[in-house]
């Protein structure tokens, strides 16, 4: 791997490395076993142009657990807040000597074009790990997703899994999409009212579903999806109380699944908007297993890219 910048076309062998390769790491992201010397003598830049929790906070932790020298640029107090361009900025952290930038950015493609630009000035040593960009692709989410199945489940062959909710404004559900087909689960479902799944979503191979009742039947896994109104641009769109009488998941809408179904979400969590706080705080609920699983997983990646 060079870059991890979407999980669209890329192959089965290389997900499933990435998962086996974070599971020892587990012990390290418990804190069971000390720091590995795996980036000792690297940089890791955390170029974040919006906002993130989990995301940009493990993934310093993981890049510490490597023993990396993280640096999080701080972009409101950065000189990007004065108009410098994006790759203006790069160059001036490739001139600190950074061997790798983990990039999140409103605009989908910046990550693509930071790594094409590393390209075109011949500095192809430098890695980009894309760590969300607007519509496009959340990449070690994704991974983070099916490393959490693969714990409760096993096995992707036999399931079937629900992506419910806000699909035409998620990076997250085009990631998940893309991993869960390649990973062979035999039945992918998206959920959703038609004004917030994309057009080219029956291109999808998903079975698509505009009843939360009869999409929910019988899944093993529920993947919720936060409403992003921050990218809805002003959109006429129902109120969260209205949202949430028909596509909030709540304990009766849950009965529908599998009694072992387990319920995922990336967060932030809009509790009472797509999800009542009694499934998420519940027992079928592995939303804070997620966030865990995602310092082994982003160890994985960058120990990846930092050994090619
Ligand atoms: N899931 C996720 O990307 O969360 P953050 O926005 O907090 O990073």
Redesign the pocket.
Known sequence: LQHLLTLDGLPRDILTAILDTAAPFTEVAEREVKKLPLLRGKSVFNLFFE??????TTFEIAAKRLSADVVNLNINTSSAAKGESLLDTVDNLCAMQADMFVVRHAASGAPVLIAQHLQATGRDHIHVVNA?DGRHA?PT?GLLDMYTIRHFKKDFSQLTVAIVGDVLHSR?ARSQIAALTTLGVPEVRVIGPKTLLPTEVERMGVRVFHDMHAGLRDVDVVMMLRLQNERMNGALLPTPQEYYKVWGLTAEKLALARPDAIVMH???MNRGVEIDSAVADGTQAVILPQVTFGIAVRMAVMSMLGSH
Request: hydrophobic residues 10%; positive net charge; proline residues 15%.
């Open positions: 906002n993130s929790t989990r995301t940009r969300g959340h989410q997250v990336p967060g932030p």
